[in-house]
T-cell receptor, first 114, second 121 residues
Framework: AQKITQTQPGMFVQEKEAVTLDCTYD???????LFWYKQPSSGEMIFLIY??????QNATEGRYSLNFQKARKSANLVISASQLGDSAMYFC???????????FGAGTRLFVKA | EPEVTQTPSHQVTQMGQEVILRCVPI?????FYWYRQILGQKVEFLVS????????KSEIFDDQFSVERPDGSNFTLKIRSTKLEDSAMYFC???????????????????FGPGTRLTVT
């Protein structure tokens, strides 16, 4: 069965510093995709970044990068140069290729300090 | 930029009543989804829908729930005989294609709506 684990319920980071949010996953499917979403206090789900299991390079999207270590089954999100607006809940998610169901981790709440 | 919309933003209903949550997916998308997030908890998949039928559903999606695409634009989630534990944020999502391709393209990304907060009293 698929599983996503986010072990950090809350994280603090100083403005302008980088922060890493951890995510490990488990699946028996050799082909899958990994996602990160941001959920601000307003509640909407904002897609941040995607990594395919066969991608040779780590995904990057602006200040977001995904540190993908396939052998360790980890897909950590790195946010560089944190901004106050980055304060939010962050969810790691996964979907098997050929499937429709996206499963989510429990989330990490990030607090950016001025 | 096209977006998924949901109405209402907040619905309050009494236990035992039926509610219909409405979504307008992105116009050229073909796959539609409902997710649920109980307050303070993780987002849970409910159901996916394609070509006027359910393509996958979770164990949460029992006979109390149903989905429908009544016309070319709307996608609805009906909850019959609501229970207190149905109180949650319900997200609709849509995507342009079916599942992911191993090449790593994110064209299959599911775009989420802003959610409907359902409160059952």
């Amino acid at each position: 069965a698929q599983k996503i684990t986010q072990t950090q319920p809350g994280m603090f980071v100083q403005e302008k510093e980088a922060v890493t949010l951890d995510c490990t996953y488990d699946t028996s499917d050799p082909s899958y995709g990994l996602f990160w979403y941001k959920q601000p206090s307003s509640g909407e789900m904002i897609f941040l970044i995607y990594q395919g299991s066969y991608d040779q390079q780590n995904a990057t999207e602006g200040r977001y990068s995904l540190n993908f270590q396939k052998a360790r089954k980890s897909a950590n999100l790195v946010i560089s140069a944190s901004q106050l607006g980055d304060s939010a809940m962050y969810f790691c998610a996964m979907r098997d290729t050929g499937g429709f169901k996206t499963i989510f981790g429990a989330g990490t709440r990030l607090f950016v300090k001025a | 930029e096209p977006e998924v919309t949901q109405t209402p933003s907040h619905q309050v209903t009494q236990m035992g009543q039926e509610v219909i949550l409405r979504c307008v997916p992105i116009s050229n998308h073909l796959y539609f989804y409902w997710y649920r997030q109980i307050l303070g908890q993780k987002v849970e998949f409910l159901v996916s829908f394609y070509n006027n039928e359910i393509s996958e559903k979770s164990e949460i999606f029992d006979d109390q729930f149903s989905v429908e695409r009544p016309d070319g634009s709307n996608f609805t989630l009906k909850i019959r005989s609501t229970k207190l534990e149905d109180s949650a944020m319900y997200f609709c999502a849509s995507s342009g294609g079916d599942s992911l391709v191993a090449s790593g393209r994110s064209s299959r990304e599911q775009y989420f709506g802003p959610g409907t907060r359902l409160t059952v009293t």
